[in-house]
């Protein structure tokens, strides 16, 4: 019987997280040819948005991972918001003191400023932005191969969208991957070519 290797699909990395001000520059000229706005801090998170993410690795360097996003987590309740850690919690809400119903309200107004929650997912497939292609091989990221890269809202951070885990899965079959990603890594190769 032959031997069988499992895979590695866990990358390793120093930080990730959405580049804000990169993406707000470039989306109005990505918007008109594709027709797809981009994920950032204040924008309430979808499925279809574009990601740009920038990964530093332990050599110091880095890189951007173009990829759509393909699921988003639920919004954070109200106790999962308390319990989470967040120096963006407004006192009356993390000493539980206030009544629910202005609770809810600072909640809300949290949602509205940061489009998000402390602790909600974001679930994006991507790939080596074609500017890196000429840095791969000081990289563990490589042209043409796939990467799940799972984001995490982080409210104590500058980014709040921060990577948690980034997976190869390369070895998924074109039909294993998500409809979402597959459109647009069509549409990316035709206005590549």
């Not at 999962?80 to 120096?87: L, T």
């Not at 963006?88 to 940061?114: A, M, W, Y």
Request: proline share 4%.
């Amino acid at each position: 019987m032959p031997a069988t290797t499992t895979m590695t699909t866990n990358i390793l990395f120093n930080e990730g997280y959405l580049k804000d001000e990169w993406t707000r520059l470039v989306e109005p000229a990505h918007r008109a040819v594709e027709g797809r706005a981009f994920l950032w801090t204040g924008r309430k998170a979808e499925v279809g948005q574009r990601t740009e993410t920038q990964v530093t690795i332990a050599d110091g360097g880095w890189c951007r991972l173009s990829g759509v996003i393909t699921d988003v987590g639920e919004m954070p309740t109200l106790d999962e918001w308390r319990d989470g850690n967040s120096c963006q919690l407004p006192p009356g809400v993390k000493s539980n003191f206030l009544p629910l119903d202005q609770q809810l309200t600072l909640r809300d107004d949290s949602i509205e400023h940061f489009g998000t929650l402390h602790g909600q997912t974001v679930t994006s497939y991507s790939f080596l932005n074609l500017d890196f292609y000429d840095r791969q091989e000081d990289l563990p990221f490589k042209r043409s191969r796939v990467y799940k890269i799972t984001h995490m809202a982080n409210e104590n951070m500058s980014f709040v969208w921060c990577v948690n885990k980034i997976e190869d899965v390369t070895h998924m079959s074109y039909d294993e991957l998500p409809e979402i990603f597959q459109k647009w890594q069509d549409g990316s190769r035709v206005a590549r070519a």
